[in-house]
């Protein structure tokens, strides 16, 4: 770094901890994420768990020992087992419904076949039905209204696939008709949703290639392709696709998705009463995980679909999102600023975990955090509310302006560095001013505002 330009970091660095945030700011600025979740507990499972899923007051995580299913219930403030019950799958993933009155495991039969549990949260047996399509490495979502969607990836038992099923009533699970087209089944599917607000749309991640698809599933153009999202740039193969406005969404909210690339985290979003159900990138940030050590990424079994080691949670509201590798000890914590034109993804900050992820695990409400080791099966939870976030909030603000007026910074993490300052140059030569952020801080808040967007 040039001197000038460090001694410009550091007599910034010295004024904004003293710096009142200007009034001008708007609302939008008034944004303060939740602070870095906290370690609080720790518990060793007695099995790889393939599924894990957590309520504010409990937590469940399901695998197999010994080749024999197995589910267990752990009370969530001292992550002990409270319950445990076998089951007639080894299971691959699990959900629950919206309620948190049931979960739905899918796994693998002794016969061969997949089949679909229904467990109340006493881990009571409920219902069950067995899938008759060949399924492998299947993926499940649960929507507001009981439709439980299943996909799967295209490999030696046949292509992928997406049905669904009506859970309305649990202890009857009931097949619902074809809702994806053959010629978007034969990509393969990581992931697929259904959103029943403003007449339906099925959203697929595809896996060959990796998309983000919003397919019609009403009406004359049932069946049909309304948008895509494509990645060029290079990405896992499926990527991590996730539908982080679960039990918020309501008939007049925005659905927000978050995409994690090679190198990157995407926010994409969709109007639900927009006829046309536009599917747009809208903000993205960059990640600076410490990647330890270097391996080819392996295959799914009986699959040409290679596997991410990314992993990605995230609260309902998308005020805490977690990003990890299972390459990598560290795990960053991002949150969306929604009063941001478009939302921006904000960096708080990271902590450094003993072991690498296996998987990452976020409550809705956002108040606990699960992560599970890769060597040790090590549950840990961790808590909202003692982190601090990283840097300033007037450094956010200056930040959350110049990225608002066309001026990318990188991640908005409240620390001005290198790229701060570039995106400062490159608005004072744009706009023929001159922002003095170390003596008239008011003064360059108040340009900048009044700036027009490029």
């Known amino acids: 770094m040039h001197l000038k330009r460090l001694i410009v970091v550091l007599g910034w660095a010295a004024s904004v901890a003293l710096a009142p945030l200007p009034g001008a700011a708007g609302v939008m600025y008034d944004f303060t994420p939740t602070g870095l979740l906290t370690p609080a507990a720790a518990h060793v499972l007695p099995f790889a768990p393939a599924a894990v899923t957590a309520f ?3 937590v469940f995580a399901a695998g197999a020992a010994d080749g024999k299913g197995e589910i267990l219930r752990l009370d969530a403030s001292t992550l002990q087992i409270s319950a445990t019950q076998g089951l007639d799958i080894v299971p691959s993933a699990m959900v629950a419904n919206f309620g948190q009155t049931h979960l739905f495991l899918i796994g693998t039969q002794e016969d061969g076949r997949t089949r679909i549990e229904v467990r109340d949260t006493n881990l009571n047996p409920v219902g069950k039905i067995t899938v008759e399509v060949p399924m492998l490495h299947s993926s499940l979502t649960m929507t507001k209204n009981n439709v439980l969607v299943v996909g799967s990836l295209p490999g030696s038992v046949g292509p992928g696939a997406v049905i669904a099923f009506d859970m309305s009533r649990p202890d009857e699970p009931r097949p619902l008709p074809d809702l994806l ?3 978007f089944g034969r990509t393969g599917v990581a992931r697929a949703w259904f959103d029943d607000t403003a007449g339906g749309t099925l959203f697929v991640n595809t896996a060959l290639p990796p998309s983000l698809i919003a ?13 895509s999202l494509n990645f060029d740039d290079p990405a896992p193969v499926p990527m991590v696709a996730n539908l982080s406005s679960r039990p918020c969404l309501t008939d007049e909210a925005i659905a927000w998705f978050l995409i994690a690339s090679s190198a990157k985290l995407f926010l ?8 046309f159900k536009s599917l747009d990138i809208v903000s993205l940030t960059e990640t600076n995980l410490n990647i330890e050590g270097k391996s080819d990424p392996p295959y799914y079994d009986d699959t040409k679909v290679t596997m991410s080691a ?6 309902c509201d998308m005020g805490v999102i977690w990003i990890g590798d299972r390459n ?4 960053e914590q991002f949150a969306v600023n929604p009063k941001a034109d478009p939302p921006t993804l904000e960096k708080v900050g990271q902590f450094l975990l003993d072991e690498a ?18 060597r040790t099966n090590t549950l840990t939870r961790f808590d909202a509310g003692g982190g601090e976030v990283t840097g300033t909030e007037t450094a956010r603000t200056l930040q959350r302006l110049l990225t608002e007026k066309g001026f990318s910074v990188g991640p908005i993490d409240g620390q001005v560095g290198v790229r701060t ?5 490159r608005f004072e030569r744009s706009n023929n001013v001159t922002l003095d952020i170390n003596r008239d801080l008011k003064r360059a808040f108040e340009t900048l505002q009044a700036a027009p967007a490029q």
């Open 181 to 183: 087209p053959d010629a």
């Open 56 to 58: 504010d007051d409990v």
């Open 328 to 331: 990598s000890r560290q795990v």
């Open 268 to 275: 994409a979003a969709y109007d639900p009463a927009s006829s």
């Open 357 to 374: 992820p296996d998987r990452l695990v976020m409550t809705t409400s956002g108040q606990h955090g699960y992560t599970v080791s890769a």
């Open 310 to 315: 990314y992993l990605l949670a995230s609260s």
């Open 421 to 425: 300052l570039d995106a400062i140059t």
């Open 215 to 227: 397919v019609a599933t009403e009406g004359k153009a049932a069946g049909g392709k309304l948008s």
